[in-house]
């Protein structure tokens, strides 16, 4: 489900929309929060990092703020809320149901 996640916000920012994504997470509290990044942000267009993130769970809950805010922007994603919500949106995002 992540793979389609990505797969699908990176086509949808490189053909320029700026929607907003509602079923990105399985918490009602997060939906409202997750923008895509605008096109204006990435001047030569958006590219998908290689690598998929390699952090374990104890990796996003020791993370702070500006990390996670990185970590976010390489895949295109503006999220505003909480450090914690930060957290958890990320987990949800890049570690594999095994590893939650």
């Given at each position: 489900?992540?793979?389609?996640?990505?797969?699908?916000?990176?086509?949808?920012?490189?053909?320029?929309?700026?929607?907003?994504?509602?079923?990105?997470?399985?918490?009602?509290?997060?939906?409202?929060?997750?923008?895509?990044?605008?096109?204006?942000?990435?001047?030569?267009?958006?590219?998908?990092?290689?690598?998929?993130?390699?952090?374990?769970?104890?990796?996003?809950?020791?993370?702070?703020?500006?990390?996670?805010?990185?970590?976010?922007?390489?895949?295109?994603?503006?999220?505003?809320?909480?450090?914690?919500?930060?957290r958890v949106?990320?987990?949800?995002?890049?570690?594999?149901?095994?590893?939650?």
């Amino acid at each position: 489900m992540e793979m389609k996640w990505l797969l699908t916000s990176a086509l949808t920012q490189m053909f320029g929309y700026s929607n907003q994504i509602n079923q990105t997470s399985n918490n009602p509290s997060t939906r409202n929060k997750i923008k895509m990044m605008k096109k204006e942000e990435y001047p030569r267009g958006f590219q998908v990092p290689l690598h998929y993130p390699k952090y374990s769970k104890s990796d996003y809950e020791a993370m702070d703020d500006l990390s996670l805010d990185l970590l976010l922007k390489q895949y295109g994603i503006s999220f505003e809320g909480s450090l914690e919500d930060k957290r958890v949106f990320a987990m949800e995002s890049f570690l594999w149901p095994d590893q939650l």
